[in-house]
């Protein structure tokens, strides 16, 4: 499955983004859906991932600011970031796997771009 993120810019502190991150090649609905984000220097993190069932789950310091969903039938899965934070600039990346979602960047074998969210103070 091939992956391409959009959506990413810069925005002030306590704004909102929405990422969009379309699929094609394969089911998309087969899939679950994860969106990392790295920061140069470090490792990539977890921001959160959707199952196939449309269950999510998010990392800590996002939770109840951020919202992973995804529409099957537009093979496009969405991350809306709300109250955005100057810690929450990064590259984010989109990944999709078989199977439950994981945590682990390392579970996910396809990947898209990363799209740069920059937060300003």
């Known amino acids: 499955v091939q992956l391409q993120a959009s959506g990413g810019g810069l925005v002030l502190t306590g704004g909102s983004l929405r990422l969009s991150c379309a699929a094609s090649?394969?089911?998309?609905?087969?899939?679950?859906l994860g969106w990392f984000r790295q920061t140069p220097g470090k490792e990539r993190d977890i921001v959160g991932f959707i199952n196939r069932s449309g269950v999510t789950e998010y990392t800590d310091s996002v939770k109840g600011r951020f919202t992973i969903s995804r529409d099957n039938a537009k093979n496009t899965v969405y991350l809306q970031m709300n109250s955005l934070k100057p810690d929450d600039t990064a590259v984010y990346h989109c990944?999709?796997?078989?199977?439950?979602?994981?945590?682990?960047?390392?579970?996910?074998?396809?990947w898209g771009q990363g799209t740069l969210v920059t937060v300003s103070s």
């Open positions: 990944a999709a796997k078989t199977g439950p979602g994981s945590y682990y960047p390392y579970d996910y074998p396809y």
């Open positions: 090649g394969r089911t998309f609905s087969n899939y679950a």
